[in-house]
């Protein structure tokens, strides 16, 4: 199957959902599991960049999810990273890039408002932006 999944997560329980999905590929292949969490950060006005979380904080949770991946027997590695909002899409797929993932899986919000509309969900961006397959986990 897939030798080596990406699992991008958020703190939501579709993020679980894809946590679980990743593991179940790895599983049938004796795989290996890339975790990323991105730390996304808002440029305000003379505050400079702003984030949801600390640093400390996503290592922990991140770690967290890997620990729990290796606790099933799957190989898993956490990986953080901090960016501008709005660009997850394209940090997700360079970092599948740089793992050599033969998969991308993530959790989609389902947003289907106007929100949506305008800005287009996380998942439907990395899937047109990378010519590899990518599951969506609701």
């Known amino acids: 199957m897939y ?3 990406l699992v991008a997560i958020d703190r939501s329980k579709n993020s679980e959902r894809a946590l679980d999905a990743a593991r179940e590929l790895a599983s049938l292949s004796d795989g290996e599991v890339w975790v990323l969490h991105l730390r996304e950060q808002e440029v305000i006005a003379r505050m400079g960049l702003i984030a949801d979380e600390s640093p400390e904080e996503a290592h922990l949770w991140v770690e967290s999810a890997a620990a729990e991946l290796r606790n099933a027997g799957v190989k898993a590695t956490s ?3 901090s960016m501008i909002y709005g660009q997850a899409a394209r940090e997700i797929v360079a970092e599948a ?3 050599n993932a033969g998969i991308i899986v993530v959790g989609s919000r389902g947003r289907r408002d106007l929100t949506g509309f305008f800005l287009g969900s996380t998942a ?3 899937i047109h932006l990378t010519d590899g397959p990518v599951l969506v986990v609701r």
């Open 3 to 5: 030798e080596r999944v």
């Open 79 to 81: 990986v953080i990273r």
């Open 97 to 99: 890039r740089l793992h």
């Open 124 to 126: 439907h961006k990395v």
